[in-house]
């Protein structure tokens, strides 16, 4: 086990990206979930990186990790603005409160 | 005998404990002799991991000892000691200095040794050294081609080399160096502070402990806050609260391994220093926030909220104003920024154009705000809210968020300073020096204070903390509104238009010689002038303070 | 094996940190678990070589982190973190999707033929800023466009309410 | 400019009409502000009920520096009550005597000698500067900048020198009693006075460079805690809280007591922004009027305190007064202008030495009763910036 290898970084992004897909289906508070897709989006990061470390051995990993980042952000600020709408409508960040929608 | 009044009494409890420590400590101290009789005998009879284990207790043991039976001559000599400190005290004290100034340079000069012994040929096989070299090794080339007459020294000299060949020893005592330097400009810095703070509001600042203007106040601050009960609430978040000060103060602690004081000092050159070190700016105000939250206190959650907005507004003009000295050179690598400010003043980033002058100020204004400095200082704005985010903590916790900020203060100065201002350059061209750079000791060492050298990097950034100070016992503090005002609508459209305006710079001016070095005179000049008109302030201020205080309070307070 | 050491520590608290996460309550506590996992994985970055990277991980969500801290702070009190208790129905669904995931995923993983240890790649900045205005130029473009947009939709999104501001001169 | 009268960011809460303008709402939390607050000049505690940074509401809780002076007074002879009006308005002690003396003078007809009616206001001049320079010292500290309130001790370490050496006392002096002061000046008195008039009177210029101009002082002072000047009469307030808002009133002027009739000088007040080098932001009745009409009255007590060295005539001090005053069965209020505002003593003797009724009228009391109406829709950051303006002694509210 001493060597590290891409089975060991992989496994852990796994368990980040099911970490996350439970934080996201479990948490009511929507700032909650937000951190959910954060983990899953930061797993699918480090898959990219360990491909280009261990597989192609070229820098297009890290440069697609770098998308992923930067796409990260840009949901987070998205995301951020639409609680800030849901609260004021709803005075709550409940994700169950924003029901209204089902007639 | 007459019945001790209460002040009498007060003395008698004092020698009481101080009767009970000496035998405590003695008592302790004969203890731990004991113990380490007992494993050093044990060691003697018993081969293997566990005999070493066991010298290796009997070490720990008797050092135990040693420190307990000084400590307890120290209490019960304590009144001649005490004469005896106050009167040796400061000349110690600046011996020491200066011997950890020069000692600072030996661990530099081993290492080059070391680099060069790997890098030479054996002379016995004539085949390239293999590392690690052998303690054996070390001491025949010592014998031989260095010179080294006594064995003995020989023997010394190599077993310091041998260990010094493994990166994991020189980290470790890189490592102590950054703990001692930042713990040692903290101390410095909060003395220096209040220091200055008197002198701008006509009084002293300390003057009584240690004896010259009371230069171990700091260090009796310290030892003051580390008895202090470490108060915890009973509403608070006890994880968090606990972790705030550490998640504050490592990052700061961190910035150091990255920041080279010259070419050659610096722990870790990272090709993205200066990315890492704004990350670890950022990172510090977590610590903030995560006080303010986990105290369970208004005021203090009011000011971790305001430092993480100021916090975040300020980042993104403090981020493309380092852009600009990053386009003019072409790198992240914070040597590599440097270097390029070799040749004297003009050579200096700030003076290139008029737009890395601009960025400059930026950078300032932005530090002075990520360091909750004043104006800035909102979040521990005292007369608004209590103390801010550290309102709830006491003892050795709360001195960790002072040695933070004060270590970051040094920090940003420094990177101000790498950046933009000559890094550890001197103001003379590096042309002027060249022949001393590779001369006998002394001309190297001359070279070191004269023409680049650490000491010039922490003197540049010194300059920048008290410029902090100058700003912060001289002005109001700005309102939040006003702040994310400052950031939002001057600051970043500033940032924007400097950074545009350098690459404009970079494209069409740079290559037209005779603009481009007009323009780098102009702005020398200039800075030359501030400077000039900073220090003539100083020294005006300095030579007619009696006068600008007026003689009616120079003759009413003693050293007005 | 310092490398491995690295990476066991450094993932033990990412892992960690994605746990605590699941089982924080408050929402500051996942927030910082949330960061605890970010900055494991931006060292372990600097372990892949990707320096540059981590650096950005660091800062990106340093700061991202912290825009979620104080807005969790904010629309939600202190005291009312139960009111945010899931359900068991829940709980379960969840446990079971993420946990079969994980099997799933990890029964796929084992069972790949994975290459051993590939060349180093030589990913310094240099080299990651010219396949950045080289080869990726249009996605890179189209960060940019994305992250216009997203500025302006946010800053509509999160404005004031028209309609509600009246008579001081401003129109929303 | 009426439109901006008590909240100083439309854009951000209300407008004129009242209506909700914020933008978004968090959830509110309320805040004691004191207690024990480092701007709250003592004892004063103010519940705030604040939406972030935003301060919805503030309302000032007193009484922890209650000490029954009033009850005291009825118990009391007036000479015995003197050191206890040391103690309401503790940075104004002179003033606070020479009112109530005053008061029981006009009361039982005493007539006070002409070097003791200099020697009171001298001393109560000296005190109205001193008690400013703390005034102007604490607020910068309120404002964050530390320095001035250095500068403003330094200068009033030399008035309590003064003091000392008139009557030994450093901040509770009851050295004007009734029958005027206790005792003549001492020896080179007035040369030190002198002495300290050139010293002191550049100083003012100082200070208004270092701080009352900075930009960053003007910014968080101009347009905050606007006090319109109906809203000034209508709430009782006096002294430069009253004038701050453009109000031209100074007992000393209008209603003259004792000497004041004999001196030349000036009401300050507040003048809109830009004119006289005073800050475009400034608005009649903001903050930064209240500070400034501070600094221009010790300018004034300055040019009073010149023109008493001028006229002081030698001759007893004290008017012959018997070791028992009875008080006759009648009333008599009596206003006095303090640092703070109008100080009124209100005595009613029944014939016996000891009065029937004593009823204090607290400039500080009821300059304070406005803090609830100007403190409302604001940051946290103006509260400091407000209650510091009204300058408020919590032993002069409390009592």
Known sequence: ?103 | MSTPDSCDRRVFQAEDRATRAVRGFTLLGAIFVLVCAILAFGATRVSGVAGLLAGLLAAGAGGLAGASLLIALAVRFREPLGRLLARVAFPIFMVAVVATVFFAWVPALLYEEVDRLAGSVSTASGEPRQMPLGVAEIRSYLLGSCGVGSAWVATLVASLLWLLQFGLVRDLITVTGIVVFVSLVAMFGIWWERKVAGRIQSRLGPMRVGGWHGWAQSLADGLKLLQKEDIFLSGADRPLFYLAPYVAFVPALSLFSVLPFSAAWVCRDLEIGLIFILALLALGVLGVLLAGWSSNNKWSLLGSMREACQMISYEIPLGFSLLVPVMSVGSLRLTTLGEVQANGFTSWVAFASPFTLAAAVIFFIGTLASCKRAPFDLPEAESELVAGYHTEYSGFRWALFFFAEYAEMFAVGALATILFFGAWYSPLPAAWGAAWERGPIWQRALHGILFSGPLWLIGKSLFFVYLQMWLRWTLPRVRLDQVMFACVQVLLPLALMVLAGNSFWQLWVLPQSGLARLANLVCAVLGALVLVAMLAIIVYARVNRRRLVGSLVVEHLPGA | MSEAAMFYVFAAVAAGGAVGCVIAVSIVRMALCLLATLGAVALLYFLLGADFLGAIQLIVYAGGTLVVIVFGIMLTSQGSAARFLPRRGEVVAGLLVSAGLLAGLTAIMLRTEWPQAGAASEASVLHLGSRLLSTYLVPFELASVVLLAVMVGAAYLARPLAGRRTGSGHEG | MQERVYHSYPDLLLDAEGEDLADLRTEEMLINMGPQHPSTHGVLRLVLRTDGELVLEAVPHIGYLHRCAEKIGENLAPYQFIPITDRLDYLAAMNNNYAFSMAVEQLCGIEVPERGRYVRVIMSELNRIASHLVSFGSYALDLGAFTPFLYGFREREYILDLFESACGARLTYSYITIGGPALDLPEGFLENLQQFLDYFEPKIDEYNQLLSYNHIFVRRTAGVGVISPEDAIAWGLTGPCLRGSGVRWDLRKCMPYDIYDRFEFEIPVGVPGGSDGIPRAVVVGDSWCRYFVRIAEMKQSARILRQCLEQIPDGPVRAKVPRVLKLPSKEVYFEAENPRGQLGFLVVGDGSPIPRRVKIRGPSFCNLSIASQICRNVLVADIAAIIGSIDVVMGEVDR
């Open chain 1, 1 to 103: 086990m001493l060597s590290i290898g891409l089975v060991h970084y992989l496994t852990l992004s796994t368990l980040l990206l099911c970490c996350g897909l439970y934080v996201m289906t479990i948490k009511r508070n929507a700032i909650g979930i937000l951190i959910g897709a954060e983990l899953v989006i930061n797993a699918a990061a480090v898959n990219f990186v360990v491909f280009s470390r261990y597989g192609a051995g070229s820098a297009d990993g890290q440069v697609a990790a770098l998308f992923v980042i930067v796409l990260a952000a840009a949901e987070a600020a998205m995301a951020i603005a639409i609680f800030v709408n849901y609260y004021r409508v709803l005075a709550t960040i409940d994700a169950d409160a924003g029901d209204m929608l089902k007639g």
